[in-house]
């Protein structure tokens, strides 16, 4: 089992700072790692990317940990590691499947807010807008697209107050479009707006932080739950699992992350799910003892 990794800018033999930690603890445990180069692979180099990957002498599972890749980059990625007998965990298909919140929508609708979007051949203007935010009548909504929000510029370019103010509406999604400039995904996804337990203030964005957990998934066992910020007090709450590990059974992917949220009524809500090769650790995660948990679960499973 092998675990890829990034280079860093610096230096391309050694890995990218911010997943050293990450690195030393998948040694520890065990798996064989492996190096490529992020600006490489997403400049279409694909070769020179993979150029201190070594081949396998049989077909062995590989983990991509690294940051996100658009569908066509790891569509390249699992290709070539595929050339070099690696086979990454999850095809271009399930990559996808988590990646783009409109490809799991069907599997998580009762569990996640009511959301619509824009299509690949949509012309976003405001009409289109406008369309798909009088679903929401008055209440409150968020925009993001199939992948990221900017949560971090929460007032100016995620939160709709109103969905019924064209105006704010426009003017909030166009600030989304002009921060996301070329690296959108896709199109737009319009949310409903959950009322969420208020953990605290984001300490550099003022972005009001709420009870959030991220649920690590292989092939359909938990992995790991980790608080999913690392300010605030979480307290005692832990999110019911069970609902969740039942949609868990029907998402196609062998690798995903599940983000959970406590609403003010009590109940819990799926905010979004993500491959489980580019989710994030949070840095309260202990890592040592995540990596033990994922061979685990790997090692229990077809994915020897
Ligand atoms: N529908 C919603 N209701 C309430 N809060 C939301 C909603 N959607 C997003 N948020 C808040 O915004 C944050 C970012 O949204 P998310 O969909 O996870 O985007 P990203 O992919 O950028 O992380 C969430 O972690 C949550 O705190
Ligand atoms: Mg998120």
């Known amino acids: 089992m092998r675990i890829i990794y990034c280079d860093s800018v610096f230096d391309n033999k050694v890995v990218e700072p911010d997943y050293e930690e990450e690195r030393n603890s998948a040694k520890k445990n065990g798996f064989n790692i492996s190096i490529i180069s992020f600006e490489e692979l997403n400049e279409n180099n694909i070769s020179k990317a993979l150029r201190f990957v070594t081949e ?6 590989g983990i991509y940990r690294g940051w996100m890749l658009n569908t066509e980059v790891y569509e390249n990625l699992y290709n070539a590691l595929l050339k070099k007998n690696i086979r990454l965990i ?97 199109g737009l996804v ?34 790991s ?22 949609v868990a ?6 690798f995903f992350t599940m ?5 003010k009524d009590g109940d819990w809500i799926i905010m979004e799910l993500g491959d489980g090769q580019v989710a994030g650790l949070p840095d309260n995660a202990n890592k040592d ?3 033990t948990q994922l061979k685990k679960t790997l090692h229990n499973n077809t994915y020897k």
Not at 192 to 198: D, G, I, P, S, V
Request: hydrophobic share 30%.
């Open 56 to 61: 396998s002498n049989e077909i062995e599972i």
């Open 90 to 186: 999850n095809s271009p298909t399930e990559y996808k499947h988590c990646h783009f919140l409109p490809e799991s929508y069907e599997k998580i609708k009762t569990y996640t807010p009511k959301s619509n979007w824009t299509v690949k051949t949509d012309k976003i203007n405001s009409e289109l807008i406008n369309s798909l935010t009088n679903d929401f009548g008055q209440t409150s909504i968020i925009v993001k697209d199939y992948v990221k929000s900017e949560k971090h510029n929460w007032k100016d370019a995620c939160f709709i107050p109103n969905a019924a103010d064209k105006k704010n509406v426009n003017k909030i999604v166009g600030k989304f479009l002009e921060l996301r400039g070329e690296s959108l995904n896709i």
């Open 190 to 223: 319009f949310r409903q707006f959950e009322e969420l337990e208020f953990l605290t203030e984001h300490s550099k964005s003022s972005m009001p932080l709420t009870k959030e957990f991220r649920i690590f998934f292989s092939d359909k066992k938990i992995v």
């Open 225 to 246: 739950v980790f608080d999913y910020w690392d300010e605030g007090e979480y307290g005692d709450s832990k999110p019911e699992l069970n609902k969740f590990i039942e």
């Open 249 to 254: 059974q029907n998402i196609e992917s062998n």
């Open 259 to 263: 983000d959970v949220a406590k609403k």
């Open 289 to 291: 003892e995540y990596y």
